[in-house]
């Protein structure tokens, strides 16, 4: 197998692992929305409880799409690669979609970084 799809399934397990279990943790504690604004400072400041509350939702849901997806794929010796395909384009459009609502630089950036990661899988 390729150093860069080896390279890729451990990024999928470790973001997946990450996010999962961080906004897992922020979603059942009683402060954690607090909490979940100093890790995801790609938002505006004045974001509303809300707000953030639905971007925590949505990063737990993609850490458990990532790291499902990775473990897959060592469990199976294999890249399923329209999986990870798929995966990181959906993450690309979600990022996409966030820099469109709140045209602040710094989800433009989270949005470049995110369409990198799928541009260099692609190649």
């Not at 943790?25 to 929305?33: A, E, F, H, Q, V």
């Not at 690309?92 to 989800?107: D, G, P, V």
Request: charge should be positive; proline fraction near 1%; charged fraction near 15%.
């Amino acid at each position: 197998m390729e150093w860069k799809l080896e390279i890729y399934r451990a990024f999928f397990v470790a973001f997946g692992a990450f996010e999962s279990f961080t906004n897992l943790s922020y979603l059942t504690k009683i402060n954690g929305i607090q909490l979940a604004r100093k890790q995801h400072k790609e938002l505006p400041e004045i974001v509303s409880d809300r707000q953030m509350k639905a971007k925590v939702t949505a990063m737990f849901l993609f850490g458990l799409v990532f790291l499902i997806n990775g473990l897959y794929s060592y469990y199976m010796h294999a890249v399923n690669l329209l999986s990870f395909t798929v995966n990181l384009s959906l993450f690309c459009i979600y990022a996409f979609l966030e820099s469109l609502y709140y045209r602040y630089w710094k989800t433009f950036g989270f949005f470049l970084l995110s369409t990198v990661l799928l541009i260099v899988f692609l190649l």
